[in-house]
């Protein structure tokens, strides 16, 4: 028995039958397609000495980034251990089984490492391919989200029938790097291979974002919403993006609405992924000076039950710890700082975990729960002082951008006129179409007792950005 993948590689305990499954799931992994688990499982019963199909199941747990998630990853890869031990799987098998039992183990970037090895040998298996750079955004490795596609892709040609899903990958990596036109070109290049390519959409959304085309953005996810927010398990965070669209170019009340709709509702699933979006938007408002405490104290109340008493990973603690703040809950967002110290204080464990908590994820949820106490000074130095190594706790910069939002915020709230206009200058430079940005440059400016000149002439393109910004969407 041995069949091979539509990429021309050969597993020797492979059926045609569970081949075929498993090329279904492999993509509908890709895609985020909710009926992915049910394929892959159908693989599994149709082909259980297959390892690929339990791979591509166990990083969907790890994904989850918690522990009783990580948990079912071990125990997929323990009922894989007969499998593993015959010695009849595959190089590749091999290498993912290593790759998985190093992120069970915490060594998130140990296991990013073994995949992208494989890609040097194997540049054309998919699922390595994938789940690398998925392995790269939670570590936060913003060149190798490019570069271990750039790495693989030319072993491809247009008509392999997961190419779509390499561009989708590229495409995102190259946003990360500031590459936002080429994002948006290799993105809907993506799009013409699979138009529910939901990470191809996310990486077109992410480049209009960090330029700052907030009205772009909104038609953009708006006219597509039948393929990416149906049946999609990363429905939620395409949504958060639309929502940040909405927000930067002032309808907060649909940015609100999206968050009902959208992001945090009744039948959403109270895990740490969907969560880590919630509060996130929730965050962005509080810090703006509007009062979301009504939907934040909910939210509030949904980490207590998610969140792991000792630190999984700290991007998810620094979202817990936000929704605790915006709730009005300052004693749970102490709580998460003090299993973070209490972490620390037991000593380093060898994880990816304990460190990203020690360089990022613990000066991080402190300066949250400042900006909640109103120490806004303390605040604004401890995140200007890490901003340069942020990346390191994982996301993107989008996702990162929450950090730069609350150091402008308590920089403007704190009375410091000259960090605050030099923050709001770097974003005007950056992103100079963005509404948001020109709004707290005038802020700034106002603060640091500019001219009135200058002061208006900011209020007036803050003004004119968002008036485009409606009509662009609406187009
Ligand atoms: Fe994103």
Known sequence: ?????????????????????????????????????????????????????????????????????????????????????????????QAHAAAIDAWVGGDLRGAAAILDRLGLDQPREILGLRVGHEMDFFAGNSRNLRDRVA???????????????????????????????????????????????????????????????TGEGIAFMTTRTGDWAEANLFAGHNWWHTALFQLDSGDIDA???????????????????????????????????????????????????????????????????????AGGDMAGAEHVVARMEHYMAAGDDGTNAWSMTRRVGLPVARAIVDFGAGRYAECAETLYALRGHAAEFGGSHAQRDALDRTLLAAALRGGSGSMARALASERITNAPRNPFNWARFADALTLAQAPAPRITEARNRADSLQREAMQTAMA
């Open 151 to 213: 790495r693989q892709i030319t072993a491809w040609s247009e008509d392999d029938p997961h190419y779509g899903i390499v561009l989708g990958a590229l495409a995102f990596g190259l946003e990360e790097n500031g590459q936002y036109q080429a994002a948006e070109e290799t993105g809907m290049r993506a799009l013409a291979h699979h138009p529910k390519d939901a990470w191809a959409v996310h990486a077109v959304a992410h480049s209009f974002e960090m330029r700052g085309m």
């Open 1 to 93: 028995m041995a069949a091979t993948d539509p990429q021309g590689i050969v597993f020797p305990t492979a059926s045609d039958r569970g081949m075929a499954l498993y090329a279904q799931g492999v993509q509908q992994m890709s895609f985020f397609q909710a009926p992915v688990l049910e394929t892959l499982d159908a693989a599994i019963a149709e082909n259980p000495e297959f390892g690929m199909p339990h791979f591509a199941k166990a990083y969907m747990m790890l994904y989850m980034t918690s522990p009783e998630y990580t948990d079912m990853a071990a125990q997929i890869m323990a009922g894989l251990r007969g499998v593993i031990d015959t010695g009849r799987l595959s190089a590749v098998e």
């Open 255 to 325: 940015a609100l609405k999206t968050y009902d709709q959208g992001i945090f509702f009744a039948e959403q699933m109270r895990v740490a992924v969907t969560m880590l979006d919630a509060s996130a938007l929730l965050w962005r408002l509080h810090v703006d000076g509007h009062d979301v405490s009504s939907r934040a104290e909910p939210l509030s109340g949904d980490w207590k039950t998610v969140l792991p008493e000792v630190p999984h990973y700290p991007f998810n603690d620094m979202h817990a710890a936000m929704a605790h703040v």
